[in-house]
């Protein structure tokens, strides 16, 4: 879902639940259990945790190490993946996050919990993650405009590659309702740019129709509010490393 630690509206660790947390491939794949998770959840729970990281691996880059924790035993290497500040003050370590209320249910008990409540949470929870689906940063890299990934790192970042990073602005939150929508464009130093615009497509027209699979529309840009942000090799902006 959104950040964790990160930004002046992120959220921490909610201890009633199970987070998988994936970080660079050189890095073990985290499943973090909270500390008040409901004795009937945490069976499941880790259960259907341990099933989606196969898919991580197999799908997402995601380490082949896996290494459980309970809350309260992270150690410092968990705790960079969020920051490279390191571990946040105690006081900001866990908490109840109030928007998953509604996501966290006793599924001990669920037969007891009447059938429609059950199904609006269900639905809910399928919006949400719809919706986190779509405001994810996703890379494309040259000439696979039509193909993406939500997962990577600064491996990614290959000196013969042209790539293209899209994240959506969160104009729905108060505040931000005037913030640009972010297109980071990165060349390597090693990508020649004549030779691949004469035997696939251009730069300019790979990036056109990148931006029109992002957003779904034709000419985005006379639509959107979108800044185009060109970063140089070797002198990215800490903007753009955030996302890596």
């Given at each position: ?6 930004g002046e509206k992120s959220k921490r660790l909610d201890s009633r639940a199970v987070f998988i947390v994936q970080g660079p491939s050189t890095l073990p794949l985290y499943i973090w259990v909270g500390a008040n998770v ?207």
């Amino acid at each position: 879902m959104e950040n964790l630690y990160q930004g002046e509206k992120s959220k921490r660790l909610d201890s009633r639940a199970v987070f998988i947390v994936q970080g660079p491939s050189t890095l073990p794949l985290y499943i973090w259990v909270g500390a008040n998770v409901l004795p009937g959840n945490k069976g499941p729970y880790t259960d259907a945790a341990n099933k989606y990281t196969g898919l991580l691996q197999k799908n997402e880059k995601a380490s082949s190490t896996v290494k459980v924790i309970a809350q309260g035993e992270e150690d410092d290497q968990f705790w960079t993946l969020f920051s490279s500040s390191g571990k946040p003050e105690s006081s900001e370590l866990y908490g109840n996050v109030a928007e998953w209320d509604n996501l966290i249910i006793d599924l001990a008990n669920i037969n007891h919990v009447k059938q429609p409540p059950l199904i609006n949470q269900m639905a809910d929870y399928r919006n949400i993650v719809e919706e986190e689906k779509k405001m994810k940063p996703r890379l494309y890299t040259y000439p696979n405009w039509n193909e993406s990934s939500t997962v990577f790192d600064f491996e990614d970042l290959q000196e013969d590659s042209f790539l293209i990073l899209c994240v959506r602005a969160r104009i729905d939150e108060p505040g931000h309702e005037h913030d640009q929508h972010q297109v980071f464009v990165w060349k390597g130093s090693d990508f020649d740019e004549e030779e691949a615009s004469n035997e696939v497509i251009s730069t300019d027209e790979f990036t056109q129709r990148v931006l029109e699979q992002y957003w779904g529309c034709k000419n985005p840009q006379d639509q959107f509010n979108l800044l185009v942000q060109n970063e140089p090799f070797g002198a990215e902006s800490e903007e753009f490393n955030e996302f890596f």
